[in-house]
C-alpha cells in the first residue's frame, strides 16, 4: 500500500467529518425559525388528555381575561440553587443556579434552570396524583397546597398538605440536599370509610422547544437510563414518534433507572428512590394551543405501573422520587449515582462513542487542572504527557518517515524510469523498501493515534461544563467557546464583526492560524508525495483545517497546535538523527547504489 494514498485517504476522511459536523449545525436563529413553524391549519395534533386512569392531566393555559389571584410561594434555598416553588399545583418552577453565569463575566445573571408558566419558557416539575377509581377528588393545576415549614432549604424539609374534603389527605414531603437534588415522597392518608385507587405521578415538563446547539456529535432532548439501556430521544425525533402514539415518544416498564431532559450543560431528570421498584418511564411530545398557534410541550413522567390500593384509615398511595436540576457535573453525577445507586448517572454528560476514552480523559485534565489552576495548561500538560506514552511507537514511524524523504529521489528516479510499466516500478519500490527496511505504511501511525485522541478530547472540550467559561491566558476567556479574535478585522482594530453580517463565515481567529502554520511546518518536514494531484492536497490541507477549526472551541484548536509543535519538535530530532547515521555512513547515502547494483540499467541512472 502506497504510504501517500492512505494518508491522504485518512486526512480527506478527516476533512470530511469535520465538514459534516460543521454544516450540520443550524444556527440559532434558524433552529427557533423551524421549531416555531405550525401545522397545516386544521391538522388534528395527538395530545395526552386525561382519558385514562394511567394519563397524566393536560396542562391548559388560564383562559384569556379571566382574572386569577397570585399564587402563593414557597422560598427555596441552598449553597448552589435559590428559587421558588409554586403552592398552586404543587410546582417547582423558580429555580437559578447559585455559581453560573450566562457568559465569562460574573456580574452576568445567573442561569437560570426553571421557570414558571407566565414566563417566556416555562419549565419545572411537578408532583401529583390521577384519580384511577373514577371517583377520588384528587388534587390538580389549581389546587392550592399549604405549606407546613418556613423554606425548602438542606436540613429544613417542606411538608405540601392538601384535604379533599372527603376523607382524603395528599401530602408531598420535600427535602433538598447541598446541591441540586430534591427528594419528594408522596402520600395520601384515606380517613374515609372505604378504600380509594390513586395514581401518584411526577413529571418534568417543558412549554418551549429550547434553543440548541445543533451539534451532530451533541444530544440534546430526552435522555435517561431505563433497565441499564441508555435512552435518548431528540426533539425531533420525540416528535415524530409522538405524531404516531398519541403524544407518546417512548414508554417503557423499568426497574429503578433514571430519566429526564438534558441541553448541553444542564440536566432535569428523576430518579426514583427505591431502584428496585418496578415503575413506568414516558417521553410525551404534545402541541397545545397557544397565544401564537400550537405550541410544543415536552414531558417526563414517572408512575407506577398500576393503580395504587390505599384501604380505608390507612397511608399509601403515594411513590419517592429524586429530582435533579442542576449543571452536569461529572464528579457529583458520579457521587449521586454511587450514594443513591442510580445507574450511569454519568451518562447525563455526552461522553459519546469514546466513552472509554473521554472520561479517562476528563478526569486526568480535571486532575492536572486541580494541580496548576488552569484548564488551559492542563491540556499542554496533558498532550505532553500522551506524546511521552507514545514516544516509542512515533519514533519508529518517524524514523520510516525520515528515511523515505531521504530516498525520496530514488523513489522519484524509479517511477520516472519506469512510467510505463507501474507494475515493474512497484516490484522495485517493495525491494528498495525491504532493502532498507521502509514501512510505507508507518508514516500513517501517528495519524491514527491522533484520530481518537482528538475526537475524545473534543468530546472533553464540548460537553464538559468544567471547560464552560475556563480561561487560558490572553484573550481566551472560555476554552470551550471560540477564539473570539478575527483576522477579517485586523483582531479587534477595525470596529465591526465581520463573522455577524457573514453568518460565521468570516471568522479567522489568531489561534487557528497558529495551528494551520505549524500544521504547514510539519507537512513541509514530511516527504512529499511524488504525485501531483496529492502534492496539491496536500498543499491545502493546513488552509482548509485552518478554516475548519476556526469555529471549534478553543481549547481543542490550542490542542492540535500545541501537539503539532511537539510533533514537529520530535519529528525534526528524529530527522537530524538519521542525517547523521546517513552521513557516517549508516546506509543512507550507500543505499541506492547498492540497491541499483541488483539492476544493470540503475547504474546510468545518475547521468540521465
Given at each position: 500500500?502506497?504510504?501517500?494514498?492512505?494518508?491522504?485517504?485518512?486526512?480527506?476522511?478527516?476533512?470530511?467529518?469535520?465538514?459534516?459536523?460543521?454544516?450540520?449545525?443550524?444556527?440559532?436563529?434558524?433552529?427557533?425559525?423551524?421549531?416555531?413553524?405550525?401545522?397545516?391549519?386544521?391538522?388534528?395534533?395527538?395530545?395526552?388528555?386525561?382519558?385514562?386512569?394511567?394519563?397524566?392531566?393536560?396542562?391548559?393555559?388560564?383562559?384569556?381575561?379571566?382574572?386569577?389571584?397570585?399564587?402563593?410561594?414557597?422560598?427555596?434555598?441552598?449553597?448552589?440553587?435559590?428559587?421558588?416553588?409554586?403552592?398552586?399545583?404543587?410546582?417547582?418552577?423558580?429555580?437559578?443556579?447559585?455559581?453560573?453565569?450566562?457568559?465569562?463575566?460574573?456580574?452576568?445573571?445567573?442561569?437560570?434552570?426553571?421557570?414558571?408558566?407566565?414566563?417566556?419558557?416555562?419549565?419545572?416539575?411537578?408532583?401529583?396524583?390521577?384519580?384511577?377509581?373514577?371517583?377520588?377528588?384528587?388534587?390538580?393545576?389549581?389546587?392550592?397546597?399549604?405549606?407546613?415549614?418556613?423554606?425548602?432549604?438542606?436540613?429544613?424539609?417542606?411538608?405540601?398538605?392538601?384535604?379533599?374534603?372527603?376523607?382524603?389527605?395528599?401530602?408531598?414531603?420535600?427535602?433538598?440536599?447541598?446541591?441540586?437534588?430534591?427528594?419528594a415522597e408522596q402520600r395520601v392518608r384515606n380517613n374515609s370509610g372505604e378504600p380509594i385507587s390513586v395514581l401518584p405521578w411526577v413529571r418534568v415538563r417543558r412549554e418551549r422547544t429550547p434553543p440548541v446547539e445543533g451539534w451532530a456529535v451533541l444530544h440534546e432532548g430526552?435522555?435517561?437510563?431505563?433497565?441499564?439501556?441508555?435512552?435518548?430521544?431528540?426533539?425531533?425525533?420525540?416528535?415524530?414518534?409522538?405524531?404516531?402514539?398519541?403524544?407518546?415518544?417512548?414508554?417503557?416498564?423499568?426497574?429503578?433507572?433514571?430519566?429526564?431532559?438534558?441541553?448541553?450543560?444542564?440536566?432535569?431528570?428523576?430518579?426514583?428512590?427505591?431502584?428496585?421498584?418496578?415503575?413506568?418511564?414516558?417521553?410525551?411530545?404534545?402541541?397545545?394551543?397557544?397565544?401564537?398557534?400550537?405550541?410544543?410541550?415536552?414531558?417526563?413522567?414517572?408512575?407506577?405501573?398500576?393503580?395504587?390500593?390505599?384501604?380505608?384509615?390507612?397511608?399509601?398511595?403515594?411513590?419517592?422520587?429524586?429530582?435533579?436540576?442542576?449543571?452536569?457535573?461529572?464528579?457529583?453525577?458520579?457521587?449521586?449515582?454511587?450514594?443513591?445507586?442510580?445507574?450511569?448517572?454519568?451518562?447525563?454528560?455526552?461522553?459519546?462513542?469514546?466513552?472509554?476514552?473521554?472520561?479517562?480523559?476528563?478526569?486526568?485534565?480535571?486532575?492536572?487542572?486541580?494541580?496548576?489552576?488552569?484548564?488551559?495548561?492542563?491540556?499542554?500538560?496533558?498532550?505532553?504527557?500522551?506524546?511521552?506514552?507514545?514516544?516509542p511507537l512515533a519514533n519508529k514511524a518517524y524514523k520510516s518517515m525520515s528515511r523515505m524523504k531521504v530516498f525520496g529521489p530514488k523513489m522519484q528516479e524509479i517511477r520516472e524510469r519506469h512510467k510505463d510499466d507501474p507494475a515493474k516500478a512497484q516490484t522495485e519500490m517493495?525491494?528498495?523498501?525491504?532493502?532498507?527496511?521502509?514501512?510505507?505504511?508507518?508514516?500513517?501511525?501517528?495519524?491514527?493515534?491522533?484520530?481518537?485522541?482528538?475526537?475524545?478530547?473534543?468530546?472533553?472540550?464540548?460537553?464538559?461544563?468544567?471547560?464552560?467559561?475556563?480561561?487560558?491566558?490572553?484573550?481566551?476567556?472560555?476554552?470551550?467557546?471560540?477564539?473570539?479574535?478575527?483576522?477579517?478585522?485586523?483582531?479587534?482594530?477595525?470596529?465591526?464583526?465581520?463573522?455577524?453580517?457573514?453568518?460565521?463565515?468570516?471568522?479567522?481567529?489568531?489561534?487557528?492560524?497558529?495551528?494551520?502554520?505549524?500544521?504547514?511546518?510539519?507537512?513541509?518536514?514530511?516527504?512529499?508525495?511524488?504525485?501531483?494531484?496529492?502534492?496539491?492536497?496536500?498543499?491545502?490541507?493546513?488552509?482548509?483545517?485552518?478554516?475548519?477549526?476556526?469555529?471549534?472551541?478553543a481549547g481543542l484548536v490550542i490542542y492540535w497546535a500545541w501537539n503539532n509543535l511537539l510533533s514537529i519538535a520530535q519529528q525534526w530530532y528524529i530527522m537530524r538523527l538519521e542525517a547523521q547515521r546517513t552521513a557516517k555512513g549508516g546506509g543512507g547515502k550507500a543505499a541506492?547504489?547498492?540497491?541499483?547494483?541488483?539492476?544493470?540499467?540503475?547504474?546510468?541512472?545518475?547521468?540521465?
Amino acid at each position: 500500500m502506497d504510504q501517500k494514498r492512505l494518508f491522504a485517504a485518512i486526512a480527506i476522511s478527516i476533512g470530511i467529518l469535520l465538514l459534516f459536523d460543521l454544516y450540520n449545525r443550524p444556527s440559532r436563529e434558524a433552529q427557533l425559525a423551524r421549531q416555531q413553524q405550525v401545522e397545516a391549519a386544521g391538522q388534528q395534533v395527538p395530545r395526552p388528555g386525561p382519558d385514562g386512569p394511567l394519563r397524566t392531566p393536560t396542562e391548559a393555559a388560564p383562559a384569556a381575561g379571566v382574572p386569577r389571584t397570585p399564587a402563593a410561594r414557597l422560598p427555596v434555598e441552598g449553597p448552589r440553587v435559590q428559587g421558588t416553588l409554586s403552592l398552586r399545583g404543587a410546582r417547582l418552577d423558580d429555580l437559578v443556579l447559585r455559581g453560573y453565569h450566562e457568559t465569562p463575566d460574573p456580574r452576568s445573571p445567573l442561569v437560570r434552570m426553571l421557570a414558571p408558566r407566565d414566563g417566556g419558557a416555562p419549565y419545572y416539575a411537578q408532583w401529583g396524583w390521577t384519580a384511577a377509581d373514577g371517583r377520588t377528588a384528587v388534587p390538580t393545576n389549581d389546587t392550592d397546597w399549604q405549606a407546613e415549614g418556613g423554606r425548602l432549604s438542606p436540613g429544613s424539609p417542606v411538608t405540601l398538605r392538601w384535604d379533599n374534603g372527603q376523607g382524603q389527605v395528599f401530602e408531598i414531603v420535600l427535602s433538598l440536599d447541598e446541591n441540586y437534588m430534591v427528594t419528594a415522597e408522596q402520600r395520601v392518608r384515606n380517613n374515609s370509610g372505604e378504600p380509594i385507587s390513586v395514581l401518584p405521578w411526577v413529571r418534568v415538563r417543558r412549554e418551549r422547544t429550547p434553543p440548541v446547539e445543533g451539534w451532530a456529535v451533541l444530544h440534546e432532548g430526552f435522555t435517561g437510563v431505563l433497565d441499564g439501556r441508555l435512552r435518548e430521544v431528540t426533539y425531533s425525533s420525540a416528535k415524530d414518534e409522538a405524531a404516531k402514539r398519541a403524544g407518546v415518544a417512548f414508554e417503557q416498564e423499568t426497574t429503578g433507572g433514571w430519566a429526564g431532559i438534558t441541553d448541553k450543560y444542564w440536566l432535569t431528570a428523576l430518579a426514583p428512590v427505591d431502584q428496585s421498584a418496578r415503575v413506568r418511564a414516558t417521553y410525551r411530545a404534545t402541541q397545545e394551543p397557544g397565544p401564537r398557534g400550537p405550541e410544543d410541550r415536552w414531558q417526563v413522567d414517572f408512575a407506577p405501573t398500576g393503580p395504587v390500593q390505599v384501604p380505608a384509615g390507612a397511608t399509601g398511595g403515594g411513590q419517592a422520587v429524586r429530582l435533579f436540576a442542576g449543571a452536569k457535573e461529572v464528579y457529583l453525577l458520579d457521587s449521586y449515582g454511587d450514594r443513591f445507586g442510580i445507574p450511569d448517572f454519568d451518562k447525563a454528560v455526552d461522553f459519546g462513542w469514546f466513552y472509554f476514552l473521554t472520561k479517562p480523559f476528563f478526569h486526568a485534565l480535571h486532575w492536572i487542572a486541580q494541580v496548576v489552576g488552569n484548564y488551559g495548561l492542563a491540556i499542554l500538560i496533558f498532550t505532553f504527557a500522551l506524546k511521552l506514552a507514545f514516544f516509542p511507537l512515533a519514533n519508529k514511524a518517524y524514523k520510516s518517515m525520515s528515511r523515505m524523504k531521504v530516498f525520496g529521489p530514488k523513489m522519484q528516479e524509479i517511477r520516472e524510469r519506469h512510467k510505463d510499466d507501474p507494475a515493474k516500478a512497484q516490484t522495485e519500490m517493495m525491494a528498495l523498501y525491504r532493502t532498507e527496511k521502509i514501512n510505507p505504511a508507518s508514516g500513517c501511525l501517528p495519524i491514527l493515534i491522533q484520530i481518537p485522541v482528538f475526537f475524545a478530547l473534543y468530546k472533553v472540550l464540548l460537553v464538559s461544563i468544567e471547560m464552560r467559561h475556563a480561561p487560558f491566558y490572553g484573550w481566551i476567556r472560555d476554552l470551550s467557546a471560540p477564539d473570539p479574535t478575527n483576522l477579517f478585522n485586523l483582531f479587534g482594530l477595525l470596529p465591526f464583526d465581520p463573522a455577524a453580517w457573514s453568518g460565521g463565515y468570516l471568522h479567522m481567529p489568531a489561534w487557528a492560524l497558529i495551528m494551520g502554520a505549524t500544521m504547514w511546518v510539519q507537512q513541509k518536514l514530511n516527504p512529499q508525495p511524488p504525485d501531483p494531484v496529492q502534492a496539491k492536497i496536500f498543499q491545502w490541507m493546513p488552509v482548509i483545517f485552518t478554516f475548519m477549526l476556526a469555529s471549534f472551541p478553543a481549547g481543542l484548536v490550542i490542542y492540535w497546535a500545541w501537539n503539532n509543535l511537539l510533533s514537529i519538535a520530535q519529528q525534526w530530532y528524529i530527522m537530524r538523527l538519521e542525517a547523521q547515521r546517513t552521513a557516517k555512513g549508516g546506509g543512507g547515502k550507500a543505499a541506492p547504489p547498492a540497491v541499483a547494483s541488483e539492476k544493470p540499467d540503475k547504474k546510468k541512472a545518475p547521468a540521465e
